[in-house]
Each structure stands twice: as C-alpha cells, then as structure tokens.
C-alpha cells in the first residue's frame, strides 16, 4: 500500500515562505513523477510544479521564479520552496505521484492535501 505523506502548509503573510513535503511510503514500486497541484475556492484544481525521476521540471507560469521543486530520491520525497508568496496562491496543495508497481503498471496516487493560506 503506497502512502502520500504531505506536511509544511500553514498561515503566512504575502511575500513570506514556506516549504511544502511529501514523502511516498510503502514497497514495490518505482516514481515516474512526482508533483504539486493546488485548488483554491470555487476553482479547478491545477499543476503547480512536477518533476520527473530523470529530473525533468515542469512549472506553471504563475510560480516560475518563485517556487521551487526538488527531490530527495533516497528518501522518496519532494518539496516544494515557495516563496515570495501571494494571496492568490492560497490555496488546499496536493501532492501528486505516477508509479510503477513490479507487475510494470502505473499507477497514479494523491497525498490528503495541505492547506496553504497567504493572507495579512
């Protein structure tokens, strides 16, 4: 059974910082990707950054410069650096990740959520 641990949102004012985590647990399996998506109120949810295990990045427009994806591969994890922050990127983060099992098929695996609230 493969687990998306996610931990670091939080309340912080605009242009402050936080750091997101999301570790995958469990056996038998290898990561394609890894990424975050966010949901703010009344919108649908979208891509907010992602890295492949190759180490390809893709981000969205609106946190290019400012945020920042990374891998710890030993660790299973990736993090999200997000800085200089908005209060239009409040928002619920959810950690994403697309893995192969030993059987070779893929699988896709959502964390719980992390609510991030920019706000003065």
């Known amino acids: 059974q493969v687990q998306l641990v996610e931990s670091g949102g939080g309340l912080v004012q605009p242009g402050g910082s936080l750091r997101l985590s999301c570790a995958a647990s469990g056996s038998g399996f290898s990561i394609n990707a890894m990424g975050w998506y966010r949901q703010a109120p009344g919108k649908e949810r979208e891509l907010v950054a992602a890295?492949?295990?190759?180490?390809?990045?893709n981000y969205a427009d609106s946190v290019k410069v400012r945020f920042t994806i990374s891998r710890d591969n030993a660790k299973n994890t990736i993090y999200l650096q997000m800085n200089s922050l908005k209060p239009e990127d409040t928002a619920v983060y959810y950690c994403?990740?697309?893995?192969?099992?030993?059987?070779?098929?893929?699988?896709?695996?959502w964390g719980k959520g992390s609510l991030v609230t920019v706000s003065s």
């Open positions: 994403n990740a697309n893995l192969v099992d030993r059987r070779g098929y893929t699988m896709l695996y």
């Open positions: 890295i492949t295990s190759r180490g390809r990045i």
